[in-house]
């Protein structure tokens, strides 16, 4: 410790490579004098680095290399044994024996006698020769030498276990050697595979049978145990009755002890002795003796005779043994047997259970299915019916609660799907439904059984879930018969599993409601007769309610009307009770209350309509007391009957209090405050004595007035602590009351306690019989707080459960845990949390109500105590320190343990609230005197034996110093390292360990850097204790520092780790210590795994710095490589932790092939945690890349991981890797995904054995009418449920979860390849798709036709996805055909069951959807052939038209309101579809327009019924409690607000949508609708639809009536921000916009869309929509802004009226220029320039982009044109500034310009029609802007200069061309402009360009003398400039073209000057252009022959005669052409066929 840093660097330094680097076979030698020449403490370090490489070496041989380097292998494995100093450890002997198995499991096995004779020898020598270290070794080498190759040694076996038994004498004083020696005999024993020989096993035998019963190790009885085992299993001379009765008696023994470990070896060896003797036809044979001469013995040389075991008797039974042959009851009743003897403690009570647990689980599945009546009926007559338990309440508890973890957990998981319903069949039939008895020959149950029977069916029903719902009627039918039993345990668990099954089934909701209510108000009317029965009236009012609890969430079944009534009769009982006798009346108060309590869980909206009601009723059952009332004139009876009162009001509070949160205002918090304070001083005023003897005192006469009160308490410090949670801004002011906080102190702290059983209690509290407050077992625990279990915590106020990591949750972990517990739940302790409760919990099971009190005092003290004053504080803490350190309670240890526990756990929770982490108002508790108080308490509890105290006291103290700051927190640490130095206590010294790290841990890195290098100095010396107590806290203590600390524990991080690599090689931190006590203390202790943790708290520390420090790398690869290789669960665990965390930070040092198959063999393991741990860690490296890892694996994982999720259908981590490996794969191979969505769903249950007794048959098949259904289910290979043999669970399905959660993924691979498909076109999923569509529709076929309604609504779906993505797509082999046409009647037949009777709404529905889908995609286009489906739509349609409360749909029928909105929204959207769809596939107009008048008005009315939802959810609100005439639906509006607004909000946009491409084919009928005006149908009209005859817009002032709706919706809509996927989002949008885009046209909206606050709020939506939102949503918002421009009344004012004065501006003008701002918002945000923010989108690259540029410039110009012709220039400037922006920007040249160009082009004609004074300067002004774009294009600066110059000529042109009145000749800019053209003329690159911008502007008759002077000269003069001659051509069209356009007095001089130029071009050119000049001189000869004759006499001699040449050539060229054209066509065959 001197110098850690080189401590653990050391041994790195020479430490081979990491696990996975081979490496040379020298390197492997030990190099002994190196070792020796090392400080001793790191030579263990040395070795462990160098056997751990050795082992992974060997390991990773092939058998070849294994075969050549045995020899060199054994000799330095010898020499590791033979080592003196340092001498092997556990690890090395480990080590060692891996490298022996390696060697002799793989190559030649040529060692293996003489490796097994060096043992032997190490082993025979004398003491005095060989160290015990070395024949340790040397035994546990053997041990592994014959497991790996004990079939090749087998006659060298007795030798073998002659040394090993000889090995006992001198092992005598070291128990870890005799553990060794055992463990050694046994792997003997396996090994050999062939019976071992009978003396030898007889030998070992009786050894290990005589260790288990008296050993005084734990460890030598525990290895004992597993050698007893191996006798068993691997022998069969034990196989006898008499043998198996003297190892009961050893085991039995066994089972008593204290350790768990020790039991858990004890049940595993009994388990396999009843396994192995199991026959389905026992045996009872007698075994004939058989006398075997006695053989003399060879000696071998040197052997004494002396050492020969002496043996007094032979070993074979003297007496006649029976065979070992035993059926399962006969199993069951040895162990039921030995579980109900009165000698038996519940640690072997709990060990016997366990042993019921391995041994079904060992028998299979297949027995436990076929026997699971015979074990029910045992666990319930044998066990819970057995006499012994009557009169021990604490023995019945745990009993039933082991029967339900045996029944329940593990035999209720076991099943399969099949068997679990078999079961519930069974329990029912054959338990429950004997109550009450109806046949004399079958006894009524009694009530354990009963109770029992009915909580195995709640589980059953839980794992089922849905899948009940075939038999759920029988479930109900029995439930309700048991809920009227006597038995107040049998009515709760009654009660319980109703509920259960509604939440399964929510069918059963209503008619289970109605049953109970029914009998409730049968059984009130009875009370007053003699027929009377209290006890059924309250058993089935406490079945209602908890039906009604689960109404919430399930509100499609509920109904209303059915609450109301319920509440009715409640109200009525508790104003009619008064009347009755007492008894009579708490009987109906009980029942009203309770009825209330269940009536809460349906949340704010209902209650808050009787909230003012309800104070009322809680305020008169809660009254204050008078001050003058003196409880001593009342009774026993009557305060009993005042206590059950409140009691039960107080729980219909605590039920309001948990689910109505939202309505607890500061007013109500006050007053129930009060109501609180009432009740606790009607408490305090009770008589000291509240028992009574005399029961007509009683009330009850199982329950005193203590009882009573007791409850009393219970339930109003539970309502006082919700109170405190729930109100926060009532928290405050409720906890400053005084009353209430010494009463929770009183409680769980006071000395004064009153035992339920005073005579046991004290007999228990004896100083001489108390051992620990966890072992009281009398289900009381002297007051002590069930919310601490060992390590573990649950919060008091919230109840969640803090686990420690070393505490288990697996089932055996669970049973040791309750046999450790002194108080067991129970479900009838507190019938209201079967109401309260929002799930049926089978775990967290009520305590009895004084432990309750307890708890929930504690949960009061710590949330009040915070909140208190200081003075108050003080005192109360003042108070809590005078009870725990009175001097009453040293009489009393049982008391004092308890009260210790309470405050513990009281300060730990009041510290939680301190910082924050608990309750909703933080408190504070640092004034300096409550600290004092706190600090003297927490030393004392830190210092308490109770490691349970001690933990919570230390986290306590750690949140004490984080609240308090550093001058406490110093004063701390200093004051608990002087404790640790003084006192030598270890339970003291792991106490301030633990409170060190505590501290540290809260503090957080960087506040407790300063105390750091004290703490983990302190903690490193303690951890080297040899105490296991103190060295196992202190390690768990540094690894919470390493893991708080981060980063900053950096610096220790070397020292640390080579601390806890010598700590793992030593002796003295592990269970084989040589000394019997620590040994035995290390046993139970899981120090190794504490050292794990401390290493993966390190990798943590280090993070990815890990890849660059290589010694402390390889360090703890080497040390996790160790830890791997450990049996160990708890360091399994951290193992796989250290792994996991290795693969973030160093993966390419961790081998990962390796790890991935750890976890695939870990995920099979035997071990529930560590099975999940690995399904886990597999998650973490499948979300990176699922593909590789199923690559690495070995085959099988896949399969492995989908049994998982049938084995647990709600493991998240399984779904999470499936869901994770879709997202990576699925778009890129769906076949793969479609393939194996289709395996799960018809892949049968993989099963070990196979029993020909088959289960009968309870799956009914498919509901299908089709004849084709049943062909295609089964020529197709459907999954089919029913078939031919009788499906049992051998032959069974999946769980339907486990196939629901493969069509989901099926579902979601279609939906992304859908949303792929409308991204891009021809993707290559739609196209696999496509081709596996066959195998998609029989799979969705086949889960439509399930028995479970999810499957069948998923399989709809799919139908639904293949529908829209493949209605319209053409058959690829036949063309005519569309490719679904050949699905078309599995598809029809699919959607039959929907509609069947037992369908639900839910499907109904989704079934509506896929029938609109499948009608609107053409599959089928004849109306005669849509068949029923359309039928049924039709009659749907006409059903819920009608308000009736009986619309049907199909078969389905009584439908509550709820589900009738469902469906009828659905119907009605369905219709819309149609109606939208219409507008593409014409046929369908013939299927909707006879329903149009019908349709409309329904439409319209569901829309303001959404809408009255959407904005006026609170109504219900202010109308108070319902009237007797008043409707409930109305009334309770606001309860089924959130249930209806799904359906409306699925709907409503369909239905707008329809309404809107109504209004566009401009439908009379629909705007009478819109108006609200009578629905008569016209007379003219196609179909009875007639059409509105106008022409134009048709405008009105005033809107339709619908308008504000349909308005206000898609406004709400579009406003609020949606949570769904934006590619969703951003298409709702776009379709809401669509459909108001038609909505606002004036003939709907009118004037209202102007009203300044509508127009206002609309416009900052707009604007919101553009800056957001995608293009295809812009495009739309500009053409409503467009519309809403151009119907603006202002618009129409300037077209329609002429003013006087010119034009006036209106007030509202100011919208039309927002309108217009809004659409060149948009363009500014496409066109670079336009705007300082940067552009959304490049339109480069974006057709999209480019499309709304032209249409938004489209609409800017038509808005224009109805702009004031008074503002309208200004809107002009901003268009021309825009379109020269355009023409000057490098992305626009490509596409946007060119197609904006007409556009300016229009707008240039609308200016120039209407010509404003300014318009001359703006054209000018534009021109020369466009000339200054022109002038820096021709610079060539960027790629799109040379389009920008083109583009710009053109811009020019047009605007010149366009306007040429405004540009006269003698204008500069024209004439600049004409030079510009001149230039670009000269230019290869743009002269074509310029020829047509001179041509267009020449025939426009401007500036005509500047172009012909330019063109004659461009074309008569010759230019050096390639490329020209197009455009002289072009030139010289123009000039001929124009000449005719000259006047006739300048038509001559004009023509000679072009005639002239063409001939000099002609003459210069040569004879290639004559041809066209000939062209050109005919062309102006034609236009005007006579000035043609008198130019030509005006030419030039020489010119004349070139005229003359160039027509005489054409002419003769044109004669050359006529020949040719006349000649005969001939063929000519092509020859050169080579090339």
């Given at each position: 410790m001197a110098e850690p840093e080189a401590e653990a660097e050391a041994p790195a330094t020479i430490a081979p490579a990491p696990l996975g680097h081979p490496q040379t076979e020298s390197a492997w030698e030990l190099d002994v004098t190196r070792l020796h020449s090392l400080p001793s403490e790191q030579q263990e370090l040395y070795l462990l680095s160098f056997t751990a490489g050795l082992a992974t070496h060997v390991e990773s041989l092939s058998a070849d290399g294994a075969t050549s380097e045995q020899t060199t292998l054994k000799k330095e494995l010898f020499k590791v044994i033979n080592l003196s100093s340092p001498q092997p450890t556990r690890v090395i002997r480990n080590n060692a024996g891996r490298c022996f198995s390696a060697v002799l499991s793989k190559g030649s096995r040529k060692?293996?006698?003489?490796?097994?004779?060096?043992?032997?020898?190490?082993?025979?020598?004398?003491?005095?020769?060989?160290?015990?270290?070395?024949?340790?070794?040397?035994?546990?080498?053997?041990?592994?030498?014959?497991?790996?190759?004990?079939?090749?040694?087998?006659?060298?076996?007795?030798?073998?276990?002659?040394?090993?038994?000889?090995?006992?004498?001198?092992?005598?004083?070291?128990?870890?050697?005799?553990?060794?020696?055992?463990?050694?005999?046994?792997?003997?024993?396996?090994?050999?595979?062939?019976?071992?020989?009978?003396?030898?096993?007889?030998?070992?035998?009786?050894?290990?049978?005589?260790?288990?019963?008296?050993?005084?190790?734990?460890?030598?009885?525990?290895?004992?145990?597993?050698?007893?085992?191996?006798?068993?299993?691997?022998?069969?001379?034990?196989?006898?009755?008499?043998?198996?009765?003297?190892?009961?008696?050893?085991?039995?023994?066994?089972?008593?002890?204290?350790?768990?470990?020790?039991?858990?070896?004890?049940?595993?060896?009994?388990?396999?002795?009843?396994?192995?003797?199991?026959?389905?036809?026992?045996?009872?044979?007698?075994?004939?003796?058989?006398?075997?001469?006695?053989?003399?013995?060879?000696r071998t040389p040197g052997e004494e005779a002396d050492e020969e075991i002496e043996r007094t008797s032979s070993p074979v039974p003297e007496k006649p043994a029976t065979s070992l042959s035993l059926s399962l009851a006969e199993i069951m009743r040895i162990l039921s047997m030995q579980y109900m003897r009165s000698t038996t403690t519940h640690r072997a009570r709990g060990a016997v259970i366990n042993a019921y647990i391995r041994i079904f689980r060992s028998l299979g599945e297949s027995i436990v299915e076929q026997h699971y009546g015979d074990i029910a009926r045992h666990l319930f007559v044998d066990i819970l019916s057995h006499p012994g338990l009557a009169f021990n309440r604490y023995r019945q508890l745990a009993s039933r609660k082991y029967v339900r973890i045996i029944l329940e957990r593990v035999i209720g998981r076991m099943l399969g799907e099949t068997a679990q319903l078999n079961a519930s069949r069974f329990l029912l039939n054959e338990i429950i439904k004997d109550y009450p008895q109806a046949i004399k020959e079958r006894p009524e149950p009694t009530k354990q059984t009963l109770t029992a029977a009915v909580s195995a069916l709640t589980s059953l029903i839980q794992y089922l879930d849905a899948g009940v719902g075939t038999i759920a009627e029988l479930y109900r039918e029995g439930l309700l018969q048991v809920l009227q039993h006597p038995s107040f345990v049998v009515q709760i668990h009654a009660a319980r599993a109703l509920k259960a099954l509604v939440l399964a089934v929510p069918q059963q909701l209503l008619p289970s409601v109605t049953i109970c209510m029914n009998s409730v108000s049968r059984e009130l009317n009875l009370l007053n007769t003699q027929r009377q029965s209290p006890k059924r009236c309250i058993g089935y009012a406490h079945g209602l309610s908890a039906v009604l609890s689960a109404s919430s969430r399930h509100p499609l079944y509920g109904a209303v009307d059915v609450y109301a009534r319920v509440l009715e009769q409640a109200t009525n009982l508790l104003k009619s009770s008064s009347s009755s006798d007492l008894r009579i009346s708490g009987c109906q108060l009980q029942v009203a209350w309770v009825m209330i309590g269940g009536l809460m869980s349906l949340g704010p909206n209902f209650v808050k309509i009787h909230l003012p009601q309800l104070m009322l009723l809680w305020r008169n059952a809660l009254p204050k007391p008078l001050p003058n009332e003196s409880t001593s004139k009342r009774g026993v009876f009557e305060l009993s009957y005042l206590a059950h009162v409140r009691e039960t009001a107080l729980g219909s509070i605590e039920a309001f209090l948990t689910f109505n949160q939202r309505l607890l205002t500061l007013d109500t918090s006050r007053r129930l405050s009060a109501m609180l304070e009432h009740t606790v001083a009607f408490l305090q005023g009770l008589p000291q004595k509240k028992t009574t003897d005399d029961p007509s005192n009683r009330l009850m006469s199982s329950m005193q007035l203590q009882d009573y009160e007791v409850t009393v308490r219970r339930r109003v410090f539970r309502c006082f602590s919700l109170l405190l949670t729930r109100s926060s801004h009532g928290a405050i002011e409720s906890a400053s009351h005084s009353m209430m906080l010494p009463l929770a102190v009183a409680s769980f702290s006071s000395t004064d306690y009153a035992a339920p059983n005073p005579l046991s209690a004290s007999i228990a509290s004896s100083s001489g019989t108390f051992e620990s407050i966890w072992e009281t077992a009398d289900n009381h625990g002297f007051g002590v707080s069930s919310l601490v279990c060992g390590l573990d915590v649950r919060d008091p106020v919230g109840r969640d459960r803090a686990r420690h990591w070393t505490s288990r949750s697996d089932d055996e972990a669970t049973v040791n845990e309750i046999s450790g517990t002194p108080v067991i739940g129970a479900a009838e302790y507190d019938p209201a949390a079967c109401y309260i409760k929002a799930d049926v919990d089978i775990e967290l099971l009520p305590v009895v109500a004084d432990t309750e009190a307890v708890n929930a005092a504690i949960a009061v003290f710590g949330l009040s105590l915070p909140l208190q004053t200081p003075k108050v504080q003080e005192s109360v803490l003042e108070q809590i320190s005078a009870s725990l350190f009175s001097s009453s309670l040293h009489k009393d240890p049982a008391r004092k343990a308890a009260v210790t526990v309470n405050i513990a756990l009281a300060i730990y929770t009041s510290l939680r609230v301190a910082t924050g982490d608990a309750g909703s108002t933080k408190g504070s508790l640092q004034s300096a005197q409550a600290e004092n108080l706190l600090q003297d308490i927490l030393h004392v509890l830190i210092k308490d034996p109770d490691h349970s105290v001690r933990l919570l006291a230390a986290d306590t103290l750690g949140r004490l110093c984080s609240s308090s700051g550093t001058a406490l927190t110093t004063n701390e640490v200093t004051t608990l390292i002087e404790m640790i130095v003084s006192n030598r206590e270890p339970h003291v010294r792991a106490g301030c360990a633990l409170a060190l790290a505590c501290i540290h841990t809260r503090l957080g890195g960087m506040a407790a850097g300063y105390h750091m290098k004290n703490i983990v100095g302190i903690l490193m010396s303690l951890a080297a204790d040899s105490h296991p107590l103190v060295h196992f806290w202190a390690l768990e203590a540094l690894g919470r520092v390493a893991e708080s600390a981060g980063l900053n524990f950096s610096a220790y991080v070397t020292s640390t780790l080579g601390m806890f690599s010598q700590l793992f090689?030593?002796?003295?931190?592990?269970?084989?210590?040589?000394?019997?006590?620590?040994?035995?203390?290390?046993?139970?202790?899981?120090?190794?795994?504490?050292?794990?943790?401390?290493?993966?708290?390190?990798?943590?520390?280090?993070?990815?710095?890990?890849?660059?420090?290589?010694?402390?790398?390889?360090?703890?690869?080497?040390l996790v490589g160790l830890f791997d290789v450990e049996t160990d669960i708890y360091i399994l665990l951290a193992s796989l932790r250290c792994m996991e965390h290795l693969s973030v930070y160093a993966p390419g040092h961790l081998q990962s092939d390796d790890y991935v198959r750890r976890l695939q063999a870990d995920i099979d393991s035997d071990s529930a945690e560590l099975s999940s741990a690995a399904v886990s860690g597999m998650f973490s490296l499948m979300r990176r890349d699922a593909p590789e890892i199923v690559r690495t694996a070995k085959p099988g994982l896949e399969e492995r991981l989908w049994e998982y999720l049938n084995a647990q259908p709600d493991a998240p981590a399984v779904r999470n890797i499936f869901l994770n490996w879709l997202q990576q794969t699925g778009s890129s191979n769906p076949t793969e995904w479609i393939a194996r969505c289709n395996t799960i769903l018809t892949k049968s249950k993989s099963r070990v054995e196979q029993r020909k007794t088959a289960a009968p048959k309870n799956t009914p098949a498919p509901d299908v009418v089709d004849e084709e259904v049943a062909g295609f289910a089964v020529s197709e290979g459907a999954a089919k449920e029913d078939d031919s043999q009788t499906p049992t669970s051998t032959?069974?399905?999946?769980?339907?979860?486990?196939?629901?959660?493969?069509?989901?993924?099926?579902?979601?691979?279609?939906?992304?390849?859908?949303?792929?498909?409308?991204?891009?076109?021809?993707?290559?999923?739609?196209?696999?798709?496509?081709?596996?569509?066959?195998?998609?529709?029989?799979?969705?076929?086949?889960?439509?036709?399930?028995?479970?309604?999810?499957?069948?609504?998923?399989?709809?779906?799919?139908?639904?996805?293949?529908?829209?993505?493949?209605?319209?797509?053409?058959?690829?082999?036949?063309?005519?055909?569309?490719?679904?046409?050949?699905?078309?009647?599995?598809?029809?037949?699919?959607?039959?069951?929907?509609?069947?009777?037992?369908?639900?709404?839910?499907?109904?529905?989704?079934?509506?959807?896929?029938?609109?889908?499948?009608?609107?995609?053409?599959?089928?286009?004849?109306?005669?052939?849509?068949?029923?489906?359309?039928?049924?739509?039709?009659?749907?349609?006409?059903?819920?038209?009608?308000?009736?409360?009986?619309?049907?749909?199909?078969?389905?029928?009584?439908?509550?309101?709820?589900?009738?909105?469902?469906?009828?929204?659905?119907?009605?959207?369905?219709?819309?579809?149609?109606?939208?769809?219409?507008?593409?596939?014409?046929?369908?107009?013939?299927?909707?327009?006879?329903h149009i008048a019908q349709l409309v008005p329904l439409w319209l009315s569901s829309l303001r019924e959404y809408a009255r939802l959407r904005f006026e959810p609170d109504i219900s609100a202010a109308i108070g409690p319902p009237g007797p005439n008043d409707d409930l639906d109305s009334v309770y509006a606001a309860l089924n607000r959130q249930t209806l607004l799904a359906f409306y909000q699925d709907s409503w946009l369909s239905l707008v949508d329809a309404i809107a491409s109504l209004i566009d084919e401009d439908s009379e009928f629909v705007f009478d609708a819109l108006d609200n005006k009578g629905t008569e149908t016209k007379s003219e009209g196609t179909n009875g639809v007639s059409r509105r005859k106008s022409a134009g817009i048709n405008y009105h002032e005033e809107p339709v009536a619908f308008f504000f709706v349909l308005f206000g919706l898609a406004f709400e809509s579009l406003a609020v921000r949606s949570t769904e996927d934006d590619v969703v989002t951003s298409q709702r949008n776009m379709d809401i916009l669509r459909a108001l885009r038609k909505i606002l046209r004036p003939s709907v909206s009118g004037k209202a869309i102007y009203q300044d606050v509508v127009f206002s709020e609309c416009m900052d939506l707009l604007d919101r929509m553009v800056l957001t939102e995608s293009l295809g949503v812009q495009a739309i918002i500009v053409e409503i802004a467009r519309n809403l421009c151009i119907t603006h009344p202002s618009s129409r004012q300037s077209s329609e009226a002429a003013l006087v004065n010119g034009e006036s501006l209106s007030d509202d003008i100011e919208q039309l220029f927002e309108l217009t701002r809004i659409i060149v918002l948009v363009i500014s945000g496409l066109v670079p320039g336009l705007s300082d923010n940067p552009v959304s989108v490049r339109l480069e690259s974006s057709d999209e982009a480019i499309a709304l540029v032209r249409t938004s410039m489209q609409a800017l110009v038509e808005v224009s044109e109805v702009f004031p012709s008074i503002i309208r220039t200004d809107l002009h400037a901003t268009i021309l500034h825009i379109f020269v922006t355009i023409c000057g920007t490098g992305s626009c040249q490509a596409a946007v310009v060119p197609q904006t160009l007409p556009i300016f082009r229009r707008f240039i004609v609308s200016i120039v029609a209407d010509i404003q004074p300014e318009t001359h300067n703006q054209l000018l002004n534009t021109l020369k802007r466009l000339q200054l774009v022109l002038r820096n294009a021709q610079r060539r600066e960027t790629e799109a200069s040379l389009a920008c110059e083109k583009n710009t000529l053109l811009a020019c042109t047009v605007l010149i061309s366009t306007a040429p009145e405004v540009f006269a000749e003698t204008e500069a800019s024209v004439i600049k402009f004409v030079e510009d053209l001149s230039e670009c003329l000269e230019s290869r690159m743009t002269s074509r360009v310029a020829a047509g911008c001179i041509r267009t502007l020449l025939m426009a008759n401007i500036a005509p003398r500047h172009f012909i002077t330019n063109a004659m000269g461009f074309l008569s003069t010759p230019s050096e400039v390639e490329g020209l001659e197009e455009s002289r051509t072009l030139v010289a069209q123009t000039l001929t073209a124009y000449i005719p356009r000259v006047t006739i007095k300048a038509r001559l001089p004009a023509l000679v000057v072009v005639l002239s130029a063409l001939l000099q071009r002609a003459e210069q050119g040569g004879l290639s252009l004559h041809q066209e000049t000939a062209s050109r001189i005919l062309d102006l000869a034609t236009a005007d022959n006579a000035s043609f004759r008198s130019g030509i006499n005006a030419l030039p001699s020489e010119q004349r005669s070139l005229l003359e040449r160039i027509l005489k050539a054409r002419a003769g060229s044109q004669v050359r052409h006529d020949a040719v054209d006349d000649a005969e066509p001939t063929i000519a065959l092509k020859m050169n066929f080579g090339g």
């Open positions: 060692i293996l006698y003489e490796s097994i004779h060096d043992c032997v020898d190490i082993l025979n020598a004398p003491v005095k020769d060989k160290d015990l270290r070395a024949k340790h070794a040397a035994t546990h080498c053997l041990g592994a030498i014959f497991e790996a190759a004990g079939d090749s040694a087998m006659s060298l076996s007795p030798l073998a276990c002659t040394a090993l038994l000889k090995q006992f004498k001198p092992a005598a004083n070291d128990p870890g050697y005799r553990s060794a020696i055992y463990r050694a005999l046994g792997r003997v024993v396996k090994g050999i595979v062939a019976a071992i020989d009978e003396e030898s096993g007889r030998n070992i035998w009786k050894l290990a049978r005589n260790a288990v019963a008296g050993e005084r190790s734990l460890l030598v009885q525990a290895s004992a145990c597993k050698c007893l085992e191996q006798l068993v299993n691997h022998t069969t001379y034990f196989d006898n009755s008499n043998d198996f009765e003297k190892l009961q008696t050893a085991i039995w023994k066994a089972m008593e002890s204290s350790s768990i470990a020790l039991r858990r070896a004890a049940v595993s060896c009994l388990s396999a002795v009843l396994v192995k003797a199991h026959s389905e036809s026992p045996n009872k044979e007698a075994i004939p003796r058989i006398k075997k001469p006695k053989k003399a013995k060879k090689a030593s002796d003295s931190h592990n269970s084989e210590n040589a000394a019997l006590a620590s040994s035995n203390m290390s046993f139970d202790l899981p120090v190794s795994a504490a050292i794990a943790h401390g290493v993966d708290a390190l990798i943590n520390v280090l993070g990815p710095g890990l890849q660059d420090m290589t010694k402390a790398r390889d360090m703890i690869l080497t032959q069974e399905l999946m769980r339907w979860q486990v196939r629901l959660f493969a069509m989901e993924l099926l579902y979601t691979l279609i939906a992304t390849i859908s949303k792929e498909a409308a991204i891009r076109e021809d993707t290559s999923g739609e196209a696999a798709l496509q081709y596996k569509l066959a195998d998609i529709v029989r799979i969705a076929f086949s889960a439509s036709t399930a028995s479970v309604a999810s499957l069948r609504i998923v399989g709809l779906r799919i139908v639904e996805q293949i529908l829209k993505m493949f209605g319209r797509t053409p058959d690829p082999d036949f063309a005519e055909a569309m490719l679904l046409e050949q699905y078309q009647a599995q598809i029809s037949s699919a959607l039959t069951p929907a509609f069947a009777a037992d369908s639900s709404p839910e499907l109904a529905a989704e079934a509506v959807d896929v029938c609109a889908t499948f009608i609107s995609t053409g599959i089928v286009t004849d109306i005669e052939r849509m068949g029923r489906i359309l039928k049924l739509l039709v009659s749907a349609l006409d059903s819920f038209s009608k308000n009736s409360e009986t619309a049907t749909i199909g078969d389905l029928r009584a439908l509550s309101s709820n589900a009738q909105v469902m469906v009828r929204m659905a119907v009605f959207s369905a219709w819309a579809e149609l109606q939208v769809a219409s507008g593409e596939q014409r046929y369908l107009e013939a299927v909707v327009k006879p």
